[in-house]
């Protein structure tokens, strides 16, 4: 087990429940919910949050926005961008504002696990 500070930010309930689910069979503990980009950048901010899964499609801001936001505020949060849209435009977004990865719902434990081996690195 480890107690790093995990933050999953998606509106969607059952992917947050899903998420959580595939972290804590890996060991992760300390994880905290938000539905929102708003609450999402409050928590990346205030809550020394280290690695944080957005999902792109949320109200308040997008993945993307609060993926820009965090890369000019805490550089140092490992960021992950999750959606159902996994269109090739959606990817190099992410990617190029500065995302750790892209992980496609619905989630595969072994890609959020292969994602997680670049965390510290």
Request: charged share 20%.
């Amino acid at each position: 087990m480890n107690n790093i500070p995990v933050l999953i930010a998606d509106d969607e309930n059952l992917m947050r429940e899903l998420l959580s689910s595939i972290l804590r069979s890996m060991g992760y503990q300390n994880i905290k919910f938000v539905p929102d980009g708003a609450q999402a950048v409050e928590a990346i901010n205030q809550d020394g949050i280290q690695i944080a899964f957005l999902d792109i499609d949320m109200p308040g801001f997008t993945g993307l926005e609060v993926l820009g936001i965090v890369k000019d505020t805490r550089p140092d949060c490992f960021t992950v961008i999750v959606s159902a849209h996994s269109g090739l435009d959606n990817v190099m977004a992410a990617l190029g504002a500065g995302a750790r990865g892209f992980i496609v719902k619905p989630y595969n434990a072994q890609k959020i696990h292969d994602v997680l081996l670049k965390f510290g690195k």
